[in-house]
């Protein structure tokens, strides 16, 4: 987002991923975000949560949910879905974890636009209550009902497409 376009709110989340033993002769694991923790725990990143049977939950570090008016139609829509998600996005990395964590977001669309990039893992997990009200509160903050327009037709010019004559009368 450009400078203009700051969040009015951002809601720091901690982040939970699952790796679970692959039944693959090319990969050893398969990674995916799991859940969102309301608030950022005191944890340093990485840090195992649970390990049991090929898997290890990990408290994978933190990001923010950044708020923005101009999307309130689409947190709005989020909500209305009946089973509200936050997008969690993990990047590609170098070093001692395949992964970091690049963001969170309430955007489907935005989340949406992460899958883009291939290597990008994204998963949509369930929403947790304190996040769910604090958007709920955002959006009756700030949303402003945008009016649909529609784009009027300019009548046909039946002469627009017609053949024309050159200056000697002849075509």
Same mark, same amino acid.
């Given at each position: ?20 033993? +692959?039944? &693959?002769?090319? #990969? *050893? ?5 799991? @859940?969102?923790?309301? !608030?950022?725990?005191?944890?340093? $990143? ?13 408290? +994978?570090? &933190?990001?923010? #949910? *950044? ?5 309130? @139609?689409?947190?709005? !829509?989020?909500?209305?879905?009946? $089973? ?88």
């Amino acid at each position: 987002m450009s400078a203009a376009a700051l969040p009015l709110v951002r809601i720091p989340v901690g982040i939970v991923v699952e790796r679970r033993k +692959a039944d &693959s002769p090319w #990969v *050893d694991f398969v990674w995916r975000g799991v @859940a969102v923790l309301p !608030d950022e725990p005191e944890t340093r $990143s990485w840090t195992v949560l649970r390990e049991e049977e090929g898997t290890t939950l990990f408290y +994978a570090g &933190s990001a923010t #949910v *950044d708020l923005y008016p101009s999307e309130t @139609a689409r947190y709005h !829509d989020n909500l209305a879905s009946g $089973s509200p998600c936050i997008w969690i996005v993990l990047a590609p990395a170098e070093g001692a974890w395949p992964y970091t964590v690049a963001t969170a977001t309430a955007d489907p669309a935005e989340g949406e636009a992460f899958t883009e990039a291939g290597a990008n893992l994204v998963e949509a997990v369930p929403m947790p209550e304190m996040l769910r009200e604090a958007i709920d509160s955002f959006i009756a903050e700030h949303h402003v009902e945008r009016e649909f327009f529609k784009r009027k037709r300019r009548q046909a010019d039946p002469e627009a497409l017609a053949r024309r004559q050159h200056e000697g009368g002849h075509e």
